[in-house]
T-cell receptor
Framework: ETGVTQTPRHLVMGMTNKKSLKCEQH?????MYWYKQSAKKPLELMFV???????ENNSVPSRFSPECPNSSHLFLHLHTLQPEDSALYLC????????????FGNGTRLTVT | RKEVEQDPGPFNVPEGATVAFNCTYS??????FFWYRQDCRKEPKLLMS???SGNEDGRFTAQLNRASQYISLLIRDSKLSDSATYLC????????????FGAGTILRVKS
C-alpha cells in the first residue's frame, strides 16, 4: 500500500481515443506530480501541482491535459496520442515541507496503437 | 549539460561486495537530494534522503559533496535482493517543487 493509487494499471488506446488517468493520494500531501518513463529513458517531469495550482509544465504537448480538482486527486486527460507516447505514467505526491521526498503510485502502463 | 547525471552501469558485483555509485548535478543552488530504488516494471521507491553531513541506513550510506556537486550511495555487503536500478533525484532550484531524476544506475548482484 503506497498511499498513492493510480488507475488504471494498464491502458491500451488507439490514436483517436480519449482516455483519462487517475491518481489519488491518501497522505495529506500538498503537491502532486505526473512523470513519464519511457523504455531506457529517465523519468521525465511533466506537470506539478501545488495546492491545486499548476506550478510546472515541462513543455508537454497539448494532447496531455492535466486536471487537479483538489490536493488529493490528479488526472491526466489523453487525446489523439501518438505511438511514441507509450510509456509508464507515474503519479507522485509530496508534502509541502522542504527536503521532503516524493511518494510514487504504481503507475499506469500506457500503450498507444 | 544535463541537470542530473548518473553512470548507467550495469555494475555487476558478487554477493558481499561493496559498491558505490555517484550522481552529479549541474545547479549549485540545489538543496534536496534523494536516492530511489526501482525494480523492473515497478515504481521508484525512496531508499534514503541525502543530508549535508552524510547519513547511513543499515548497509547504505549516502554522502553529499557540494564542492564537486555530486551525491554518492555506498552499499556494503551486497545482497542478491539489492539488484535494481538506483535513481538519484535533485531539486535543481533550491527547495522548489521540481524534482529531477537521473537516468539510473543498474546494479546486478550475483551469487
Amino acid at each position: 500500500e503506497t498511499g498513492v493509487t493510480q488507475t488504471p494499471r494498464h491502458l491500451v488506446m488507439g490514436m483517436t481515443n480519449k482516455k483519462s488517468l487517475k491518481c489519488e493520494q491518501h497522505l495529506g500531501h500538498n503537491a502532486m506530480y505526473w512523470y513519464k518513463q519511457s523504455a531506457k529513458k529517465p523519468l521525465e517531469l511533466m506537470f506539478v501541482y501545488n495546492f491545486k495550482e499548476q506550478t510546472e509544465n515541462n513543455s508537454v504537448p497539448s494532447r496531455f491535459s492535466p486536471e487537479c480538482p483538489n490536493s488529493s486527486h490528479l488526472f491526466l486527460h489523453l487525446h489523439t496520442l501518438q505511438p511514441e507516447d507509450s510509456a509508464l505514467y507515474l503519479c507522485a505526491s509530496r508534502p509541502g515541507t522542504p527536503n521532503s521526498p516524493l511518494h510514487f503510485g504504481n503507475g499506469t502502463r500506457l500503450t498507444v496503437t | 549539460r544535463k541537470e542530473v547525471e548518473q553512470d548507467p552501469g550495469p555494475f555487476n558485483v558478487p554477493e558481499g561486495a561493496t559498491v558505490a555509485f555517484n550522481c552529479t548535478y549541474s545547479n549549485s543552488a540545489s538543496q534536496s537530494f534523494f536516492w530511489y530504488r526501482q525494480d523492473c516494471r515497478k515504481e521508484p521507491k525512496l531508499l534514503m534522503s541525502v543530508y549535508s553531513s552524510g547519513n547511513e541506513d543499515g548497509r547504505f550510506t549516502a554522502q553529499l559533496n557540494r564542492a564537486s556537486q555530486y551525491i554518492s550511495l555506498l552499499i556494503r555487503d551486497s545482497k542478491l535482493s539489492d539488484s535494481a536500478t538506483y535513481l538519484c533525484a535533485v531539486t535543481p532550484e533550491g527547495y522548489g517543487n521540481k524534482l529531477v531524476f537521473g537516468a539510473g544506475t543498474i546494479l546486478r548482484v550475483k551469487s
